[in-house]
Nanobody
Framework: VQLQASGGGLVQAGGSLRLSCAAS????????MGWFRQAPGKEREFVAA????????YYADRVKGRFTIARDNAKNTVYFAMNSLKPEDTAVYYC?????????????????WGQGTLVTVSS
């Protein structure tokens, strides 16, 4: 299984970025997907998740209303649109696959991880 995250970069506060995560080596439509982030010196934290069908999405409170997760099962890709970015959103963002149903907000319940893409928001 490979997850290739892309789309990170440097953006000013208030700006937007769109991350992508392309998956291979698995039946993509069979698994829930999540986005997590890890800032320097902090633990990895849940940001958003989407069920395998894409019908249900979940967000951390601090990003709700600003970030949107979506998936295209035909392209084996999950997307993450980030708007109204703040300096505190600066982190490495990771996509992940959850093979077995469980809490979508717990990193330990995800089985495969991408390499991460750095998002830096300047003030």
């Amino acid at each position: 299984v490979q997850l290739q995250a892309s789309g990170g970069g440097l953006v000013q506060a208030g700006g937007s970025l769109r991350l992508s995560c392309a998956a291979s080596g698995l039946t993509f439509s069979s698994y829930a997907m999540g986005w997590f982030r890890q800032a320097p010196g902090k633990e990895r934290e849940f940001v958003a998740a989407i069920t395998r069908s894409g019908n249900f999405t979940y967000y951390a409170d601090r990003v709700k209303g600003r970030f949107t997760i979506a998936r295209d099962n035909a392209k084996n890709t999950v997307y993450f649109a980030m708007n109204s970015l703040k300096p505190e959103d600066t982190a490495v963002y990771y996509c992940a696959v959850q093979r077995y149903a469980g809490s979508l907000s717990l990193p330990r319940l995800y089985d495969y991880w991408g390499q991460g893409t750095l998002v830096t928001v300047s003030s």
